[in-house]
């Protein structure tokens, strides 16, 4: 039987800051259709803000509209669809913002990052199986964000969405395995596959940044260098285990970094998407060292780059989409890590709002001021 919920719209892109103003999303009533096969009734319990999401907001990462957004979250199983018994009613389960099919040739290759009916699914603003789920009151279709449109008090989603995992973990927390630590970790484990005493540099304190520095202290590595054009970010991050910290504003930043290591990092992690901060990401980098990002910066965005410097140093430039996870594997193991106390994601956690704060929320993450902020519902 199809029910109502309230959720967060977004009509279309483009807003004008400040967005506490412009109020880009809108609070609405949507009808949710129940679950079909394979699919699943989620109640969200908390979604995190994420800058993937102010990447549709603002336009550079265009979408479907109207569209529910949110694809960092997590909930409680309140029913299953037709073909579906390994989850219960009960079951506290995490979202992954690629849903995986298992068949395509990808999958098949241990790459549901790249899974092929996921990243159609979730380009068109519909569920894995097809089809939308959410209408206004007008009876107009609403699109999916990510086969997941947390920003809302339940969703319909495919099976191959969620996670399930220890119910013991607050939601506010488990929440954050489902973006930021699954994309910020894995970059460093999966995607540059980090070993003991690398140095690394991590460009970009948000809450990706500081996962992937958590995940860099957690693997070993030997010395790492923090930088972003926030103070107050590059101090938490010495807080939080970083041993160097430079302005990325800086005309000599590059050089900074070089002088630090006696010549670049082994690894370096950009998750800006500005793409100025890739190429300081690259530059920074070591000879036969490895460059990786996760940043998203608009489609025609592109970067300055030597054929001859990448091929005469044996450099490697690496994309990180998921984090290279495989979700049903690594959202527990890192969940695992996180109540054995080594990796203490409930430090990246700095505000907890209602639903109808979430444009004051993407405003504070537009600005900089947060790290990590989360919808709780109640």
Same mark, same amino acid.
């Given at each position: 039987m199809s029910i109502k919920i309230k959720a967060a719209v977004l009509h279309s892109m483009g807003s004008e800051r400040p967005y506490d103003q412009s109020k880009p999303l809108v609070i609405e009533e949507l009808t949710l259709a129940p679950p079909r096969e394979g699919e699943v009734l989620v109640r969200i319990? $908390?979604?995190?803000?994420?800058?993937?999401? %102010? #990447?549709?907001?603002?336009?550079?990462?265009?979408?479907?509209?109207?569209?529910?957004? &949110?694809?960092? $979250?997590?909930?409680?199983?309140?029913?299953?669809?037709?073909?579906?018994?390994?989850?219960?009613?009960?079951?506290?389960?995490?979202? #992954?913002?690629?849903?995986?099919?298992?068949?395509?040739?990808?999958?098949?290759? @241990?790459?549901?990052?790249?899974?092929?009916? &996921?990243?159609?699914?979730?380009?068109?603003g519909v569920l894995l199986g097809g089809g939308i789920r959410l209408q206004d009151r007008g009876q107009h279709a609403v699109h999916h964000h990510m086969g997941v449109s947390a920003f809302a008090e339940y969703t319909v989603t495919s099976r191959k969405s969620v996670v399930?995992?220890?119910?013991?973990?607050?939601?506010?927390? $488990?929440? %954050?395995?489902?973006? $930021?630590?699954?994309?910020?970790?894995?970059?460093?484990?999966?995607? @540059?596959? %980090?070993?003991?005493?690398?140095?690394? %540099?991590?460009?970009?304190?948000?809450?990706?940044?500081? #996962?992937?520095l958590l995940g860099a202290l957690a693997s070993g590595a030997g010395r790492i260098i923090v930088a972003d054009v926030n103070a107050e970010k590059l101090a938490l991050a010495k807080q939080l285990g970083a041993d160097e910290a430079v302005d990325a504003s800086r005309a000599d930043a590059v050089q900074q970094v070089h002088d630090i290591t006696g010549g670049g990092v082994d690894i370096g992690l950009d998750f800006t998407g500005v793409v100025p901060a890739l190429e300081f990401t690259y530059q920074a980098t070591a000879r036969g060292g490895k460059t990786v990002t996760a940043g998203l910066p608009h489609p025609s965005r592109m970067m300055q780059l030597s054929p001859t410097k990448l091929v005469a140093e044996e450099r490697m430039l690496l994309g990180s989409y998921l984090g290279g996870c495989i979700p049903a594997r690594d959202i527990p193991a890192y969940i695992a890590l996180h109540q054995a106390g080594r990796l203490p994601v409930d430090k990246l956690l700095t505000h907890t709002l209602g639903l109808h704060e979430i444009n004051e929320g993407f405003e504070r993450l537009a600005k900089g001021e947060a790290i990590r902020q989360v919808i709780t519902f109640s």
């Open positions: 319990r $908390a979604a995190g803000l994420c800058h993937s999401d %102010l #990447s549709v907001i603002d336009g550079n990462r265009p979408r479907q509209m109207p569209m529910v957004l &949110g694809h960092e $979250a997590a909930g409680e199983v309140v029913e299953l669809g037709p073909g579906i018994s390994d989850l219960a009613v009960g079951d506290h389960v995490v979202f #992954s913002f690629v849903p995986v099919c298992g068949h395509c040739m990808p999958c098949m290759t @241990a790459r549901p990052a790249l899974c092929e009916n &996921g990243v159609k699914a979730n380009n068109g399930r995992v220890d119910r013991t973990l607050p939601f506010e927390i $488990a929440a %954050l395995f489902g973006c $930021a630590v699954m994309t910020g970790v894995g970059a460093v484990v999966n995607t @540059a596959k %980090l070993s003991m005493g690398q140095t690394v %540099l991590i460009t970009g304190m948000g809450g990706i940044g500081f #996962s992937a």
